[in-house]
């Protein structure tokens, strides 16, 4: 158990009475202040063991000795972004079924069984600008999934069965985002904003999936053990010594390159298209999104707007948004706000579910709630404390297990922030003032130029008053 985390659990078992004293039971709320008051704790950075394996390949070792596993992290600059647009989920599929393809030596049910016997675990997550392969395995067994692992990652069979059967669990998996309002709101809404020639707005289709042969799943497999930089990073009961010679031998007989190549054409300005998407859904309940363009990671505004953000809907009961839509009217089930900061521009969206009778209140709400942050109506001192601290909390918890903080830190690198990135983000959310947050506010919100997509019953075309739909598209089309 972390440091924060003891000292939420000391908070809270002192305010129920747990530590030693008897008193009256105090309320949630009493809680929540006792909380509150807790200093949080300074970030400290543990100590990484940076080394260069070979030109184009480097290790990082944070060793956690005390834990009897070892996690191996292998991060390389080659995802879905590196899919043609006529090849669209050749990356997701190559990395299902190089998964659970097998290996030459091995057919895909015998080397599965393999891993399970030492409780080995192989993954592959594929992400628009890299990949990222994980190995674990309790520290006695690492000769035994080190082997394992290189020969699934040298000699992969890509057996021709499995691998169609990945292509029709994906195909399936796409057919079951139409049963699901919020997933189709969230497959959907990205290429409402940034348009269908745009990389970040791409749609798999299920016609996208039937395309892609087993060739070209190989062939991708080929580019991402070529493609270069690649960070290594190793956490858990190991130190470099351990692992070192293993992930030389890996590329033993390559060169990667020392720098990557850019997937994809930065946007040229800042634009995105203003109107009302209606998808029909049955039912009484309507999936509202609502936003527009977000920023780049290179703007230094990021701090403020992702506290801004907080403000307007980051806390279910705190926010802007929370407070009023939830809290004090009770039209939605839930309602939260995100900000996006990517390579290129990410994407402010806010997300709210609510009775179909009330979606045009509800949107009315949410633009009127930006508006107020935008104009500072609703931007307080107090807010933005609370702001910090969530984020800042939130830092703290997600990054505690050191797999998870190594995985940020290699994925920090792979975007080009400094090794003491992490010291410098406490540091600059710290510093932002009630001012900073009044001028983003301005200058990166929108609420008069929202693109919104509805998902909900089609009789709600003639009932939004001015958000009456621009477009009604039905999920089939979106999908096959």
């Known amino acids: 158990m972390g440091k924060w985390t003891k000292f939420l659990m000391a908070a809270v078992l002192a305010a129920v009475g747990m530590a030693g004293s008897v008193g009256a039971t105090p309320s949630v709320r009493d809680v929540i202040a006792q909380t509150d008051a807790i200093a949080m704790p300074d970030w400290q950075l543990p100590d990484i063991d940076r080394s260069l394996v070979a030109p184009g390949l480097r290790l990082w070792v944070l060793n956690e000795a005390r834990l009897p596993t070892v996690e191996l992290f292998f991060l390389f600059p080659h995802g879905t972004f590196a899919d043609a647009d006529t090849q669209l989920g050749r990356n997701e599929l190559m990395a299902a079924a190089w998964r659970a393809g097998g290996t030459v030596a091995h057919s895909p049910e015998a080397f599965a069984q393999a891993l399970e016997r030492r409780a080995i675990a192989i993954s592959v997550d594929p992400k628009p600008e890299y990949t990222l392969v994980t190995l674990s395995c309790l520290k006695?067994?690492?000769?035994?999934?080190?082997?394992?692992?290189?020969?699934?990652?040298?000699?992969?069979?890509?057996?021709?069965?499995?691998?169609?059967?990945?292509?029709?669990?994906?195909?399936?998996?796409?057919?079951?985002?139409?049963?699901?309002?919020?997933?189709?709101?969230?497959?959907?809404?990205?290429?409402?904003?940034?348009?269908?020639?745009?990389?970040?707005?791409?749609?798999?289709?299920?016609?996208?999936?039937?395309?892609?042969?087993?060739?070209?799943?190989?062939?991708?497999?080929?580019?991402?053990?070529?493609?270069?930089?690649?960070?290594?990073?190793?956490?858990?009961?190991?130190?470099?010594?351990?692992?070192?010679?293993?992930?030389?031998?890996?590329?033993?007989?390559?060169?990667?390159?020392?720098?990557?190549?850019?997937?994809?054409?930065?946007?040229?300005?800042?634009?995105?298209?203003?109107?009302?998407?209606?998808?029909?859904?049955?039912?009484?309940?309507?999936?509202?999104?609502?936003?527009?363009?977000?920023?780049?990671?290179?703007?230094?505004?990021?701090?403020?707007?992702?506290?801004?953000?907080?403000?307007?809907?980051?806390?279910?009961?705190?926010?802007?948004?929370?407070?009023?839509?939830?809290?004090?009217?009770?039209?939605?089930?839930?309602?939260?706000?995100?900000?996006?900061?990517?390579?290129?521009?990410?994407?402010?969206?806010?997300?709210?579910?609510?009775?179909?009778?009330?979606?045009?209140?509800?949107?009315?709400?949410?633009?009127?709630?930006?508006?107020?942050?935008?104009?500072?109506?609703?931007?307080?001192?107090?807010?933005?404390?609370?702001?910090?601290?969530a984020i800042l909390s939130s830092l703290l918890f997600s990054n505690e297990r050191k797999g998870d903080l190594l995985t940020t830190l290699m994925t920090f690198d792979h975007y080009g922030y400094s090794p003491t990135y992490l010291e410098t983000f406490v540091t600059e959310i710290k510093a932002v003032t009630i001012e900073d947050i009044r001028r983003v506010s301005r200058l990166y919100f929108y609420p008069d130029r929202f693109t919104v997509l509805v998902v909900g019953p089609q009789n709600l075309s003639g009932s939004l008053g001015v958000w009456t739909p621009s477009q009604i598209v039905p999920a089939e089309a979106l999908l096959d």
């Open 140 to 389: 006695p067994d690492l000769p035994v999934a080190l082997d394992l692992f290189k020969e699934w990652f040298l000699h992969p069979r890509f057996d021709a069965d499995r691998f169609d059967l990945v292509k029709r669990q994906m195909a399936q998996e796409l057919r079951e985002i139409a049963d699901y309002p919020e997933r189709l709101a969230a497959y959907v809404y990205p290429q409402l904003v940034y348009g269908p020639r745009n990389k970040w707005g791409r749609m798999l289709r299920l016609r996208d999936i039937e395309s892609v042969s087993r060739q070209a799943v190989q062939s991708a497999y080929g580019q991402m053990i070529s493609a270069g930089p690649v960070l290594v990073g190793a956490t858990g009961d190991v130190t470099a010594t351990d692992v070192r010679g293993f992930v030389a031998d890996l590329w033993k007989d390559k060169s990667l390159p020392l720098a990557s190549s850019p997937a994809f054409v930065p946007m040229a300005r800042k634009a995105w298209p203003v109107g009302v998407t209606l998808i029909p859904k049955a039912g009484d309940q309507s999936t509202v999104l609502v936003g527009h363009l977000g920023e780049r990671r290179t703007n230094p505004d990021k701090f403020a707007l992702l506290l801004a953000n907080y403000m307007i809907g980051g806390d279910a009961f705190n926010s802007v948004l929370g407070s009023e839509l939830r809290v004090t009217r009770g039209l939605v089930y839930g309602i939260y706000s995100s900000y996006g900061i990517e390579t290129d521009y990410g994407i402010f969206r806010i997300y709210g579910k609510t009775s179909a009778g009330k979606t045009e209140e509800v949107l009315d709400f949410i633009r009127k709630g930006v508006a107020d942050v935008v104009s500072g109506k609703s931007v307080t001192v107090p807010a933005l404390e609370l702001a910090k601290r």
